[in-house]
């Protein structure tokens, strides 16, 4: 079965940069997406097709995808921007598959 | 701005059916390019997608493989409206389920909005 996995948590001082891998066989070639959750919440969706950003997604929010893993990238990180962040993909036997997920801590 | 309002009990006895539903405004369960899901969330199986409906001229179904046998997914085009019924639930269908607006192909694979989630516990 295909797997997407994310570290478990990733620290990060404010207006620093925070990195969020997300790994899986081939994953570069499918297209991944990214999804922020704060306590309570539903996930919102923060990058589609590896680098777009949706209407209302700040800039600091990039993401990238080659090879094996695929990046989440939040440049000058906020306090906001505590969350837990996953990762997707499409995969043609198993459909949708998620990450394990990455909680971020703005310290 | 499409918003997607769930609806359904929170308690389940284990061996009977979860019925979940969810209510779209600002766009149309018959739409010709969303695909209508949902997703359930669990601190043990993380986030797993169940399956799906859409519209292409007829209506279209897709489920996952771990829960073919026990799921519907259902349009209520008269209520613009979708949704899930879980056969023979146990303990492990204890999750947040949650309702999503996605599409159909691989380049499309994003789902959004989503619902609020409905946290549905199975237990006697």
């Known amino acids: 079965s295909y797997e997407l996995t994310q570290p478990p948590s990733v620290s990060v001082s404010p207006g620093q940069t925070a990195s969020i891998t997300c790994s899986g066989d081939k994953l570069g070639d499918k297209y991944a997406c990214w999804y922020q959750q704060k306590p309570g919440q539903s996930p919102m969706l923060v990058i589609y097709q590896d680098s777009k950003r949706p209407s209302g997604i700040p800039e600091r929010f990039s993401g990238s995808n080659s090879g094996n893993t695929a990046t989440l990238t939040i440049s000058g990180t906020q306090a906001m921007d505590e969350a837990d962040y996953y990762c997707?993909?499409?995969?043609?036997?198993?459909?949708?598959?998620f990450g394990t997920g990455t909680k971020v801590t703005v310290l | 701005q499409v918003q997607l309002q769930q609806s359904g009990p929170g308690l389940v006895k284990p061996s009977q059916t979860l019925s979940l539903t969810c209510a779209i405004s600002?766009?149309?369960?018959?739409?010709?390019?969303?695909?209508w899901n949902w997703i359930r969330q669990s601190p043990s199986r993380g986030l797993e997608w169940l399956g799906r409906?859409?519209?292409?001229?007829?209506?279209?179904?897709d489920y996952a493989v771990s829960v073919k046998s026990r799921i519907t997914i259902n349009p209520d085009t008269s209520k613009n409206q979708f949704s899930l019924q879980l056969n023979s639930v146990t303990p492990e269908d204890t999750a947040v389920y949650y309702c999503?607006?996605?599409?159909?192909?691989?380049?499309?694979?994003?789902?959004?909005?989503w619902g609020q989630g409905t946290l549905v516990t199975v237990s006697s």
């Open positions: 999503a607006r996605g599409a159909v192909g691989a380049t499309l694979n994003w789902f959004d909005p």
């Open positions: 409906t859409y519209y292409r001229s007829k209506w279209y179904n």
């Open positions: 600002g766009d149309s369960v018959s739409s010709n390019s969303a695909a």
């Open positions: 997707q993909a499409w995969d043609s036997s198993l459909n949708y598959v």
